[in-house]
């Protein structure tokens, strides 16, 4: 069974600019969450998308959003960049309901803005 | 809101020794508390969780101890291995797959 997919895997954006990223899932996999991932933050929760519902959200800015498709590859996108977006960005899935324990992540996409 | 604290930032051992860390959380209501280590370059991924109902558990070198009352919990390694050098990341979720992430511990084994 494949794992989780993200692409790309690496990319440089300027300020102001706009990305998106994308991820699918394990195969049967329904639920995906996104993670920023910074050497002083830690791994910070973004949102979680389930069904191609929005369940869960982070604090994050209104810039960050994402959604889910009905296949449920997701993407998440960022406007207007700012250099402290700069990050790896990890997807990861679980089979779906609530709390089903492991999240199986991805590589992720390691964006850096300039 | 919601937190959780991890402690070392760092933490070097000889190979052989033991290594613990320590993670407190803020919200009473987690009830599902995972750890995950993540090697260099690679992604996290799942050694260890506990649920709220249970107070230790224990898979091989690896044991993780939850303490409701004080709203902690740690992660225990025994016989530490070269092998073991990672970054190591306690969580904390209630019902949800919305995982409150530690900062991470670099943990490093010295042969």
């Known amino acids: 069974k494949a794992g989780v997919t993200q692409t790309p895997r690496y990319l440089i954006k300027t300020r102001g600019q706009q990305v998106t990223l994308s991820c699918s899932p394990i195969?049967?996999?329904?639920?995906v969450s996104w993670y920023q991932q910074t050497p002083g933050q830690g791994l910070q929760f973004l949102f979680e998308?389930?069904?191609?519902?929005?369940?869960n959200k982070g604090n994050f800015p209104g810039r960050f959003s994402g959604r889910q498709f009905s296949n449920s590859r997701s993407e998440m996108n960022v406007s207007t960049l700012e250099l402290g977006d700069s990050a790896l960005y990890l997807c990861?899935?679980?089979?779906?309901?609530?709390?089903?324990?492991?999240?199986?992540f991805g590589e992720g996409s390691r964006l850096t803005v300039l | 809101g919601e937190n959780v604290e991890q402690h070392p930032s760092t933490l070097s051992v000889q190979e052989g020794d033991s290594a613990v860390i320590k993670c407190t959380y803020s919200?009473?209501?987690?009830?599902?508390f995972p750890w995950y280590k993540q090697e260099l370059g690679k992604r996290p991924q799942l050694i260890i969780d506990?649920?709220?109902?249970?107070g230790e558990k224990k898979d091989q070198r690896i044991a993780v101890t939850l303490n409701k009352t004080a709203k902690h919990f740690s992660l225990h390694i025994t016989e530490t291995q070269p092998e073991d050098s990672a970054v190591y990341f306690c969580?904390?979720?209630?019902?949800?797959?919305?995982?409150?992430f530690g900062t991470g511990t670099r943990l490093q084994v010295f042969p």
């Open positions: 195969s049967g996999h329904r639920s």
């Open positions: 506990i649920r709220s109902n249970v």
């Open positions: 990861a899935s679980t089979p779906g309901g609530q709390n089903t324990g492991e999240l199986f």
């Open positions: 919200d009473s209501a987690s009830n599902y």
């Open positions: 998308y389930f069904s191609e519902t929005q369940r």
């Open positions: 969580a904390a979720s209630k019902d949800t797959d919305k995982l409150i």
